[in-house]
Each structure stands twice: as C-alpha cells, then as structure tokens.
C-alpha cells in the first residue's frame, strides 16, 4: 500500500546550522508532533510514504492507495483546516485519521469552529471508515455534528510499544535522583483555570531547578534557543522573558544558571527517545514529553490543563492529575500518582482494539520485529 501523510509527520530535514525556529517551524511548531506520526507509522505496513505537501492532489490520487492523516487537537475554535480539507477532496482517496482531538478548557461540546474545520470534519467524516479520536469529549463534540463513525483511541504515539505492551520502572522515591520536567508558557490561556495554570507553570519551573533536573522544550522559544547548541551565544536576551516570568519562584542567578545547562530539546524522535530512559521521574503539563519517557518504562505524570490532555490521560489511564485539583507541585506525591499495574493493564486492553480499529480502515499492523 502506498500512503500519503497528512497533518503530523515522523522527521523533518535539517540543514547544518539551521536556526532552531526554523527547524521548530518544520514540526508544526512542537516537537512533539513528530511523536504522534512516529508512533501511528511504527505499527502499521506500508510500501511507500510520502508526506511531500507540493505534490498537486490529483497526482497523489494517480500514485497512492490511501491518505493517512496523524492528527492533534484540529478541532480548537481558531484553527482552519480548510485548506487540508480541500487538499483530501482533490485527492479523492479513502482517509484514515488517528488522534483527532478537540481543545477547550471546558467539557461543553457545543465548541465552535471555523467553516473550514466544519469542511474538514465533513470531508473525513465521508471518506474515513472509522475516524479515531483522543477520547470521548472528542467524540460528543462530533456526535454534536452528526458524525457517528468514531472509535476512541487515544492518541496513536502511545501504541508505539506493539503489542510487548510497556512495564514501568519500579524504584522507591529515595532512590529518584534524576528529573525531567515540560511545560509550556504558551497554553495558560486555554487551560481550565489561567491563574491557576501559570502559578503550576512556574511552580514546575522551580521544582526542575531545586531538583538540578533537566527541562524538555517542546514549542517554548526561548527555552529552545537555548537549548540550541549552536544558538546558546544569542540566547542572553531572550533569557529576560524566562527569568521575567519566574521571578517570584526563582532567583535570577539560579535561573541562568539551570537554564543554561539544563534546557534540552530533541528534532529527532529516536533521539529523544534514547535520552530520555536516562531520567528516573519525568513530569509536567506537556503529554507527548511524558508520552515519549512512559514508552521507554519511565514513570511519568501529565499535569492536565485543558481538554486535549485529561480526556486523553483518562481513557489511556496515564498517570495524571487535573490542574484543578492541585495546589503546588510537590514531587513526592506526583511520584505516588503513578500507578504501575492501571497503566499497563489499559494498555494490553486497549491495543488489540486499536489493532482492530486500523483493520476497520484497511491498514495492516506491522508483525512484531519487522
């Protein structure tokens, strides 16, 4: 089957010396989304992919089988997917989607959307045989719509262990020594509760810092500058927004200090993957930084703070805790979220049902090794 890949994909090309923004540019603008494509590819068959977006839609209609779209949070009242909408109808190929997902920072199904996203759900809705979403709010606010051909499956980044499933490390918390953290500056307004999500953004910037631990920039500007080799003699200046921001959890000498050896970024999946089973603790509000260190048996809590994540978290049973039902962030007791036995119990659940929802939509699971 030859595949064309729409929405995230697996890898971007780099040139040397290439400004970091602009590779950031390349993943969509998160790093993470590299993660949702690697993880749907790595489990299913293919004999050709491509994700070139130059390729007119009527020659991928003469040249592949089938699109396949890694999806995010598409359904966010400011994004228009008009334009891909458009795209899937010039092709006129059959469309799988995986990880649709709505964001709000409440539970109301009644969101908005631009015409061009209500054109896109319409559009896969007709052409996807099962269309697979982050979890069940997703699936009311599509139902709200009419659309009834929906399986929840999580996000397809949390499938990338195959069907061997994933066994956390067990270590009792004495012994963590080694912390990541993430979190993002730039969601606070679309969080359950602002005011509350920016005291938790900064109170896990300070626990990184008390723990000597390492910070995982996903789509943070300044953080990735930083975290840039090649940039760290131009990242003086934007260093102000970050020690601005954190100047009443931290001094600003003890953040330029950690800041300048401890902020990492990963453009490469298998990079950030083989890095991160260093870690014996990784938590914070981004999922797919807590995703990647759960896939390699390191516990890892996700601090939910909109509908994207807790809806997620919930049906994958990740180890979570809503912003709303925290007050500070006390390293022990995220520890002590994690349950071992949920976690891995969900999983060898919920995969053989993901294995049967991409037979749905004519994609054949890769065999175990290949």
């Not at 997917?81 to 995986?98: C, N, Q, R, T, W």
């Not at 919920?350 to 890769?366: I, S």
Request: charged share 25%; hydrophobic share 40%.
């Amino acid at each position: 089957m030859n595949i064309f890949l729409l929405g995230a994909t697996p890898s971007i090309s780099s040139e040397i010396g290439e400004d970091p923004i602009s590779k950031l540019a390349k993943t969509g603008g998160n790093t993470g989304n590299q993660l949702i494509a690697h993880g749907l590819l790595s489990q299913i068959e293919y004999d050709y992919i491509s994700w070139d977006h130059r390729v007119d839609p009527r020659e991928v209609h003469e040249r592949f089988d089938m699109i396949v779209i890694a999806a995010a949070n598409f359904l966010f009242p400011r994004f228009d997917f008009g334009a891909m909408a458009e795209y899937i109808e010039g092709a006129d190929l059959p469309v799988s989607i995986v990880g649709l997902g709505a964001q709000s920072n409440s539970y109301d199904p009644n969101i908005s959307l631009l015409p061009g996203t209500e054109r896109f759900v319409k559009v896969i809705a007709e052409r996807a045989a099962q269309i697979g979403v982050r979890g069940p709010y997703t699936a009311e606010v599509l139902a709200r719509r009419g659309v009834q051909n929906v399986t929840v499956t999580g996000c397809p980044s949390y499938y990338m262990s195959g069907s061997k499933g994933i066994v956390l490390k067990q270590q009792p918390f004495d012994e963590i020594k080694h912390v990541a953290v993430n979190a993002s500056r730039d969601v606070i307004v679309h969080s359950f509760d602002k005011d509350r999500m920016r005291r938790l953004v900064q109170d896990i910037y300070r626990a990184g810092i008390e723990w000597n631990g390492d910070f995982v920039a996903q789509s943070e500007e300044v953080e990735i500058r930083l975290a840039d080799f090649q940039s760290k003699t131009t990242v003086y200046e934007p260093l102000e927004e970050l020690t601005t921001f954190l100047k009443d959890v931290a001094s600003e000498d003890d953040v330029r200090s950690w800041a300048a050896e401890h902020v990492r970024v990963y453009f490469d999946v298998n990079d950030w993957l083989e890095s991160i089973q260093e870690y014996d603790f990784v938590f914070g509000n981004r999922f797919h930084g807590c995703m990647v260190a759960l896939q390699r048996g390191v516990p890892s809590v996700v601090i939910c703070h909109d509908t994207r994540t807790e809806d997620m978290c919930r049906f994958l049973a990740l180890p979570c805790i809503s912003i709303v039902d925290i007050e500070r962030i006390d390293v022990r007791n995220l520890y002590d979220l994690v349950d071992r036995a949920a976690f891995t119990n969900r999983y060898r659940d919920l995969y053989p049902k993901y294995a049967e929802f991409l037979a749905t939509n004519n994609l054949r699971m890769r065999k175990p090794g290949s």
